[in-house]
């Protein structure tokens, strides 16, 4: 159902033709999720990377499992990479906790990470 799904999506005429606006796609290694009217429909939602906090900062860049690339001032992750715990839905926007890392389905997991919380100590 979920490979059916994303075909649909990938195949979609609304999201293909659209264009007045940069989608923002998810920076995760082997990750396909973008933001579109489909996955905001299904409450997917998309972060931007903490660039102002230079320790929350690598521990991303570790997650996304990229090498050689750095985040632009649009990149962001997918809420699939976080933990429930990780966000704030008190206000009329999905928030992250401060401190939130990725760790669900990202780089060198091969599923659901086994970490109980995707918010980081320090």
Not at 53 to 67: D, I, P
Request: proline share 4%; glycine share 6%.
């Amino acid at each position: 159902m979920t490979r059916d799904l994303a075909h649909w999506i990938n195949n979609c005429s609304a999201c293909l033709n659209r264009t007045k606006r940069k989608w923002l796609r998810c920076s995760v290694s082997n990750c396909t999720n973008c933001c579109g009217p489909v996955e905001r429909g299904l409450g997917l939602t998309f972060h931007k990377f903490p660039l102002h906090n230079e320790a929350l900062l690598a521990q991303w860049m570790k997650a996304v499992g990229r090498s050689n690339w750095h985040p632009r001032l649009r990149s962001s992750v997918c809420s699939a990479h976080f933990t429930e715990e990780c966000f704030d839905r008190s206000g009329e926007k999905v928030t992250l906790q401060p401190g939130a890392v990725p760790t669900l389905l990202v780089h060198g997991d091969s599923a659901v990470s086994t970490r109980t919380s995707g918010i980081s100590d320090s």
